[in-house]
């Protein structure tokens, strides 16, 4: 038989089964068998000296904000692709009707992607609520709340419509009731809920406290949303998960009282899962420089260092990025903490960035690294084995 595709003399990364040096026959797009014989294929890729790896799932993306999706997704997804990243996950903002709203943007997607792509669908409002059965019918099974807004921080941009140029503001009050009744919603269905874990009233009056004070360094923004505002929000979004049997994702966790709160909750029974991303393992408040101003903030060298310790003993579950493509300009903004847009890029630059801080520093090793970026998020997802893995049908 002649296949379509031949990866030859490589090292297969397989997580769970380790380092297998085998060829690689591909039909269809999907692995068709393994042999160590010689395979007739159109294409030959010679991958001798080379490890292979599970095309890499980037659970948490932003796009489609400052641009709309039928541009954003065309060069954010070849970034992906750069990157070794095979599928991103889109961290949806729709203002307005999912149901009014929806197909649009997955039409759009569907003609603009080079990779595979899925969608987060957030909550940003009672009537999203009603239309997570919609959603669900439509191929979403996994729901975001922004528990970080509400109050004095409510505002937000969301995500611009199909071929527009005009970029989406709204105000999103993510109270208990918002809160509760989305868990209750979500559990209903046996879908996943993602909580981004921030107490938006603390971080306010933190805020304000610094601006009085005329603070204005990457240091202020990780004092001005401190992690006790995540280790809280963590406890209480977990207490209401567990009570109504709904299981729970936690993304961009970065400090070591969110560590802690997330280790207890689990001794507690919650069904969580944990996400940290690239920067909160490599940089600190020492960078000193705004273009690091990202929510949650990243925190102190110690920090950093239990972040690490927390992805080699399996408490981080996977790695995400959450990627933000925003231009320099905008990103600046008048060169101080306040005015500087947060989050930057990451997608293109994930694997890099561990295999060189992961694993070439002796950290983890490749098979680790295979799991985090590919098969756990594949499994939480609900991609396995179709992902996640290099295995026949994958």
Known sequence: MTFDLAIANGSIVVPGAGIINTNIAIKDGKVAEFTSDEVQANRMINAEGLYVLPGAIDPHVHYGVYTSIDKAAQTESRSAAIGGVTTMMRMFRLYGSY?????????????????????????????????????????????????????????????????????????VNTDDDLVLSTIKAVASHNALLIAHAEDPYVCHAEMERAKREGKNSLYTWSECRPSRSEHDTIVKVSKLARKNKCKLYLPHIGSSLAIDAIKSERMNGAELFVETCPHYLTHSTDFQNITAKVVPPIRSKEDVKRMWDAVIDGTVNCIGTDHVANRLSMKKGNDDIWSALAGFPGIATMLPVLLSEGVNKGRIRLEKLAALTSFNTAEIFSMFPRKGTIAIDS
């Open 99 to 171: 149901k009014e709203k929806l197909n649009s943007h997955l039409e759009a997607s569907a003609k603009s992607h080079i990779v595979d792509y899925a969608y987060h669908a957030s909550i940003l409002m009672p009537e999203h609520v009603n239309e997570i059965e919609y959603c669900i019918n439509n191929g979403i099974t996994s729901f975001k709340l922004y528990m970080n807004l509400n109050g004095e921080l409510s505002s937000i941009y969301m995500d611009m419509d199909p071929y527009t140029e005009k970029m989406i503001s709204g105000n």
